[in-house]
C-alpha cells in the first residue's frame, strides 16, 4: 500500500529503468518521485509558455497576456446614488491611469425579493431595505451622462447587469463589453442572454466550485472571454486569497485570466500581476470611511495610482519560462567571466 499522500502508478519497465538512471546519475534528485514531479513541472511550465490565447478586444484596448496590464476601476455602487459622487470616481481613475471604469446595474424588482426588499433596515435613503437598494441605482438618464462623462474624458466604460432586464438597459447605451458577476455565473438565462448579443466577457469566479466554473465557460466559449480569479468576500481575509489559483487557470482555460480583488491594500493585487493576471479589477472610493457596504473592500486614489504605475509593464518584466543568454549579456561575458569549462 502506497504511504499516505501518494497513489500508487504502474509504468513501463523501460520508464522506470530511465527514471531510476537519471534519479542515480542526476546528483540532485533523490527519488523516482521526485523526477516524476519534476519533470511534470517542466512539462506545465513550457505548456503555460506555448498556450498563447487570443487577445480580447475592449473599446480600443487589447487584453492579453503580451498585454499592458488592463485595470478596471469598479466604482460599483460606491457612487452612492449621487452622480457629481460619481463623475469624482470617473475622475479619480483617469487620474490613476485606468483603461475602464465599470458600474453595477439591477432591476430591483427582479434581483430581490418582496420579503427582502421590505425588511428593516436604516439608511441615507429611508428605513427599508427598498430605499437602500433604490437609492443607490442610476436610470437611463444618469448613464446617458456617465457615458458622456466617460467620452470626455477619455475612459471606457461598461457594467455589470445582475438580471436579463438590465443587459436589454445596457444594450441601449451600447457598452462594449458585459462583465458577469461572480454572482451570477450560475445564471444560465442571463449568461444565454449575454452570449446571444457577442460582445467580450469578463466572467468572475468568486464563491464558484471548479466544476461551477467549467460549466459556464464551456457554455459561453473561450473566444472573446476574460476570467477573473476572485474570492468574493468584502474584505478578503489575508489567508483567503490563493492567488495561485491564477497560474491554475491560466494553464486550464485557453484565454486571458486576472483578478479581481477586495483587500482593502495593494499588495495582493500586485502579487496577482507578479503571477501572469493580465486583468487587474479593484473597487475604488473617495474615502474609505464612506457610508456603502463596499468601501472598505476599495482603494482611495493613491492605492490605486500605485497599483496603476506598478502593474502595467508586469508581462515585459515576467518575460518567458525558458532561461536563456541575453545578447545584452554576452559582451559582460567576455568580461567578467574568467572560466567557461562546464
Known sequence: MPKEGYESITIPNEL??????????????????QALSQAWQMYE??????????????????????????????????????LETCKKLIDVAVDAGCDTVKFQKRTIDVVYSKEALAKERESPFGTKNGDLKRGLEFGLDEYKEIDRYCKEKGIIWFASPWDVQSVDFLEKLDVPCYKIASACLTDKKMLQKIKEIGKPVILSTGMSSMEQINAAVDFLGEENLVILHCTSTY?????????????????????????????????????????????????ITLDRAMYGSDQAASLE??????????????????????????????????????????
Open 45 to 82: 511550465n513550457n505548456s503555460l509558455e506555448n498556450k498563447k490565447p487570443k487577445p480580447v478586444k475592449i473599446g480600443n484596448k487589447l487584453i492579453g497576456h503580451d498585454q499592458p496590464v488592463f485595470v478596471i476601476a469598479e466604482v460599483g455602487i460606491n457612487h452612492n446614488g449621487d
Open 301 to 342: 486614489k493613491r492605492g490605486l495610482e500605485i497599483i496603476c504605475k506598478v502593474v502595467k509593464k508586469a508581462p515585459m518584466y515576467l518575460g518567458g519560462y525558458t532561461k536563456k543568454v541575453f545578447d545584452s549579456e554576452k559582451p559582460i561575458i567576455e568580461k567578467l567571466r574568467r572560466v567557461d569549462d562546464l
Open 235 to 283: 474584505p478578503t481575509a489575508e489567508d483567503e486569497h490563493d492567488l495561485n489559483v491564477i497560474t491554475s487557470f491560466r494553464k486550464h482555460f485557453n484565454c486571458p485570466i486576472g483578478y479581481s480583488g477586495h483587500e482593502p491594500g495593494v499588495h495582493p493585487t500586485i502579487m496577482a500581476a507578479a503571477l501572469g493576471a493580465c486583468v487587474l479589477e479593484r473597487h
Open 16 to 33: 522506470d529503468k530511465r527514471i531510476s538512471d537519471f534519479v542515480k546519475n542526476s546528483g540532485g534528485v533523490n527519488s523516482k518521485a
